[in-house]
């Protein structure tokens, strides 16, 4: 039919012929993906003919039998076969984001606790270095000021401007005296002496939370340029603690209620209901006692869960998620 998405050539097992890696590993079972992307599992696109049809003829003919299953619960609710195409294309592709979705959260959350501890490390460095200028003797210490206060006066604060000024203070240290108290901002700025290597407080400033580098920025951009590096330290210092990320309370949000989420907006683009079923006679009576009702699997659950069994992935769509949606939804 033109016009109609073509599942079989995106999502097809034609598509997907095996390639195995050389160790083995994978970063999913189901998916021909190197574990050696793990650490950049936050950016990794995976896609239908990542899927591994080639060990398993099984799970080829499985996916087909769900795509063929997802369509006839949409053209049951009178939507287009071109219309319900499009629609299964958007969910496989929202099934397939779901399978990294508890590696994306991990690697995340390992990223935010480092990016913390960054950031502790570059208010400690700084501090320090506010006190080894502060040792200086007037005169070179007046020399210091002017050369910041020049760049400060020149350019708006930002990382490069940061860059510039621990690197004139490392170009002004040779000529410093007594050595000792140059020696010592030295090795603060430069712990390790290694060529071409750039000061750990410079990686620190790049590594810490964006929110935080971004705010602080632009407060120091609002206040007057000191004429006193040590005090254009200590306050660089006291924002930064301030602006410190707070650490988010409670639960993370289901990974699984986000696919659901994803997946009702698919729905609704269809002028569709994600919706919950219930079965009146579902426990039926015996004798004297009188039969009760349930809960049974929606049509939307079921599809919900045809689209991750296409993959492999047991997960089902529970009554309570569907509920948490519908109650996001009258927020």
């Not at 929606?298 to 309570?320: H, I, K, M, N, W």
Request: hydrophobic letters at 40%; one cysteine or more.
């Amino acid at each position: 039919m033109r016009g109609q998405p073509q599942l079989d050539g995106r999502y097809s097992a034609a598509s997907t012929s095996p390639t195995m890696l050389r160790d083995g590993s994978r970063l999913l079972s189901q998916f021909r993906i190197s574990a050696a992307l793990l650490p950049y599992v936050v950016r990794v696109r995976l896609r239908g003919w990542n899927f591994d049809f080639g060990a398993n003829p099984e799970a080829a003919a499985a996916f087909t039998s769900r795509i063929a299953e997802m369509r006839r619960i949409l053209v049951a609710r009178r939507i287009s076969v071109v219309a319900a195409d499009r629609a299964i294309l958007k969910t496989l592709e929202a099934a397939v984001d779901f399978q990294l979705a508890e590696l994306r959260y991990r690697s995340l959350k390992m990223m935010e606790v480092q990016s913390q501890v960054t950031l502790d490390s570059l208010i400690q460095g700084l501090r320090k270095l506010s006190n080894a200028i502060a040792q200086l003797p007037p005169t070179p210490k007046g020399r210091l000021n002017k050369r910041v206060s020049a760049i400060l006066r020149q350019a708006t604060f930002d990382s490069e401007v940061f860059i510039e000024i621990v690197e004139t203070i490392t170009a002004a240290l040779p000529k410093v005296a007594p050595r000792r108290l140059a020696d010592n901002v030295f090795s603060i700025i430069h712990p390790e002496l290694r060529e071409g290597r750039r000061s750990p407080l410079i990686d620190q400033w790049e590594a810490m939370p964006a929110t935080t580098r971004m705010k602080v920025e632009g407060l120091m951009q609002q206040a007057n340029p000191s004429t006193s590096l040590v005090k254009w330290l200590n306050r660089l210092v006291d924002l930064l603690g301030r602006e410190r990320p707070a650490r988010k309370r409670g639960a993370p949000r289901s990974i699984t209620q986000t696919f659901v989420s994803r997946t009702a907006a698919i729905w609704r683009t269809l002028g569709l209901n994600a919706g919950l079923a219930y079965d009146f006679f579902l426990h039926p009576g015996k004798g004297v006692e009188i039969g009760r009702g349930g809960r049974v699997e929606s049509g939307f659950q079921r599809y919900c869960r045809v689209a991750l069994t296409a993959f492999g992935d047991p997960t089902e769509v529970s009554a309570r998620q569907v509920a948490n949606y519908k109650k996001m939804q009258r927020k």
